[in-house]
């Protein structure tokens, strides 16, 4: 039973660890000049809010990004709500799938 208990335990800790470093690299980081960004919508996520707004609102591009930026903000909380519910089965996927990794190696 204890044993199940720390399996578990690593797996929530690993899931958000793994859910945490997603987050940083989807929604802060460049990938065009591989740096951390300040401004929101030059990160992946970032131009996906971008588009979706684009293509809702095609009259005033300042409308166009605070929707985005808005979006943006949307998105994180949204992020952040799942990885925190879904903390353990994303430990515990990254664990077989690293366990199978090794095993096919």
């Known amino acids: 039973m204890n044993k199940m208990h720390d399996n578990s335990k690593r ?5 958000l660890a793994i859910g945490l ?9 460049r990938f065009d000049r591989m740096e951390f960004s300040s401004w929101a919508l030059r990160t992946p996520m970032g131009e996906f809010s971008y588009a ?3 293509n809702m609102i095609t009259d005033v591009i300042s409308v166009e990004q605070d929707f985005a930026e808005k979006l943006w903000v949307f ?9 925190w519910f879904f903390r353990g089965c994303i430990g515990h996927w990254v664990i077989k799938i690293v366990t199978l990794g090794y095993k096919k190696i």
């Open 11 to 15: 797996n929530r800790i690993l899931g």
């Open 21 to 29: 470093i997603v987050f940083v690299i989807l929604l802060h980081f």
């Open 52 to 54: 979706i707004s684009k």
């Open 75 to 83: 998105f994180q909380l949204i992020y952040i709500a799942c990885v």
